[in-house]
């Protein structure tokens, strides 16, 4: 008899923790949903308004595509700075700081106006490919849009 009520207890917590790790903010986010199995390959994205022969973003993504260490990237270019967010091929995990080291002196080597945030982390990946999806789907303003770079920006800054 006594044994029940903390069956139901362990039952109610059990429930509610399972319920707290599917909540989305009420979105679908369908693409970045399976990023972490397969490959997404995001488009570059550009907050900052450019010329077509200006774009630093898509350059970048396809420099970093082209490194055979690295089979995922996602590139967010706002007004002063940019993340290159990566994911690294399974056998050569081993090396990710090393990658994320080299990609940086490339990447300012080659772009020495810019000023790039570089990540391997899987979360900044997911953040930067949702920001895609969600401004491709209308569901953000360029401020918002703006806002949640900076907080991309600040996450990856945490971490460090």
């Known amino acids: 008899m006594r044994n029940k009520p903390s069956k139901i ?5 059990f429930f509610l923790a399972l319920s707290a790790c599917s909540y989305d903010d009420g979105q679908e986010h369908k693409e970045s949903d399976s990023a972490l199995l397969k490959r997404t390959s995001p488009p570059p994205i550009e907050l900052k308004q450019r010329d077509e022969d200006e774009s630093v973003a ?29 994911k690294v091929k399974h056998m050569k995990r081993f090396r ?56 991309i920006i600040r996450l990856k800054e945490e971490m460090t």
């Open 58 to 86: 898509f350059q970048v993504k396809k420099e970093v595509s082209n490194i055979d260490e690295i089979y995922d990237v996602a590139v967010v270019e706002g007004d002063k700075k940019i993340i290159v967010a990566y």
């Open 9 to 13: 207890i362990i039952s109610a917590f």
């Open 96 to 151: 990710m700081k090393k990658i994320e080291k080299e990609l940086t002196k490339k990447l300012k080597k080659e772009y020495p106006d810019e000023k790039f945030i570089v990540s391997s982390d899987y979360k900044i990946f997911l953040e930067a490919v949702r920001l895609k999806e969600d401004l491709d789907g209308d569901n953000l303003s360029n401020a918002e849009a703006e806002k949640r770079f900076k907080k």
